[in-house]
């Protein structure tokens, strides 16, 4: 069983930065697919990013492209997710998810992975 967990939410003004980190205690990530969720309250669960395992191609939704970056951070063994330019609507509690070796073209579905974190709340607020 992998066990991700996330850290590095929390508040954060309009226009900020964030970085989010996802880890797996005692297991590389190296060619593990991860994809970032987040699910505002009262809102449907929404696909942020996906970083392929297989060839490290990153894919973003469309609400996300050019101000938020994921990659693989190998000496700590952990993907990051930076946001940038952060606004409001982006606050909600953000996901990792992981699946190894998983083929990606986009932003997969939600219930495409296998394994995924407890969530950590991103909060943009003036």
């Known amino acids: 069983q992998v066990r991700l967990v996330e850290s590095g939410g929390g508040l954060v003004q309009p226009g900020g930065s964030l970085r989010l980190s996802c880890a797996a205690p005692?297991?590389?990530?190296?060619?593990?697919?991860i994809g970032w969720f987040r699910q505002a309250p009262g809102k449907e669960r929404e696909g942020v990013s996906s970083l392929s395992g297989v060839d490290s191609s990153a894919y973003y939704a469309d609400s996300v492209k050019g101000r938020f970056t994921t990659g693989r951070d190998n000496a700590w063994n952990r993907v990051y997710l930076q946001m940038n330019n952060l606004r409001h609507e982006d606050t909600a509690v953000y996901y990792c998810?992981?699946?190894?070796?998983?083929?990606?073209?986009?932003?997969?579905?939600?219930?495409?992975?296998?394994?995924w974190g407890q969530g950590t709340q991103v909060t943009v607020s003036s």
């Open positions: 005692g297991i590389r990530l190296d060619d593990y697919t």
């Open positions: 998810t992981g699946s190894r070796r998983m083929k990606v073209a986009g932003v997969p579905s939600w219930n495409e992975y296998d394994y």
